[in-house]
């Protein structure tokens, strides 16, 4: 069974500072795996995925995400936190052959001034 | 545009009564779902279909009902034998996108209390 594990459900950052939202998945088959952000009472929005080839992918807004196998890891960077930033932000990860997405509980993302 | 459509946004279920949340899409996507977020737990999926006049239980089916008549449309209904729906429910589909790369696609969600 596939599952997703997110550390951290609040993290706080001051603008201008590293973000990195982390994700470790489960999987018994090569995943394919996503993070989605979501703004209040909005649905989610792609920020990025990787199914197969380049390791390093980039997405919207800046943020960035690397696929390691060895780690099962899968963790969001961005550079430089933008108040705008400030969301929840959700990993997950699917199983090619059934099309499920099975998601992490979320981490929210709060930017200080 | 391609998108998927839920509505209404708000809706208000009185105890006892069942009601339906609505989904559509037109991204001819094959696949569809159903989830349902609650604060600190993440999205859990409740059911799913793949085609047509088909669908499966997902980890929270209980209290919950759907149909799969057409492929653009996946309605989902609370039945009263679910102690607990005040949520925010999420219909998603899956399929390629504009440019031939899997991915899916969310509606912007239903918040379902009980009054």
């Known amino acids: 069974a596939q599952s997703v594990t997110q550390l951290g459900s609040h993290v706080s950052v001051s603008e201008g500072a590293l973000v990195l939202l982390r994700c470790n998945y489960s999987s018994s088959v090569p995943p394919y795996l996503f993070w989605y952000v979501q703004y209040p009472n909005q649905g989610l929005q792609l920020l990025l995925k990787y199914t197969t080839g380049a390791t390093l992918v980039k997405g919207i807004n800046g943020f960035e995400a690397e696929f390691k196998k060895s780690e099962t890891s899968f963790h969001l960077t961005k550079p430089s936190a933008h108040m705008s930033d400030a969301a929840e932000y959700f990993c997950a990860v699917s199983d090619p052959n059934t099309d499920k997405l099975i998601f992490g509980t979320g981490t929210r993302l709060q930017v200080f001034p | 545009d391609g998108g998927i459509t839920q509505s209404p946004k708000y809706l208000f279920r009185k105890e006892g009564q069942n009601v339906t949340l609505s989904c559509e899409q037109n991204?001819?996507?094959?696949?569809m779902y159903w989830y349902r977020q609650d604060p600190g737990q993440g999205l859990r999926l409740i059911y799913y279909s793949q085609i047509v006049n088909d669908f499966q239980k997902g980890d929270i089916a209980e209290g919950y009902s759907v149909s799969r008549e057409k492929k653009e449309s996946f309605p989902l209904t609370v039945t009263s034998a679910q102690k607990n729906p005040t949520a925010f429910y999420l219909c998603?589909?899956?399929?390629?996108?504009?440019?031939?790369?899997?991915?899916?696609?969310f509606g912007s969600g239903t918040r379902l209390t009980v009054v």
């Open positions: 991204l001819n996507h094959d696949a």
């Open positions: 998603a589909s899956s399929g390629l996108d504009s440019t031939q790369v899997y991915g899916y696609t």
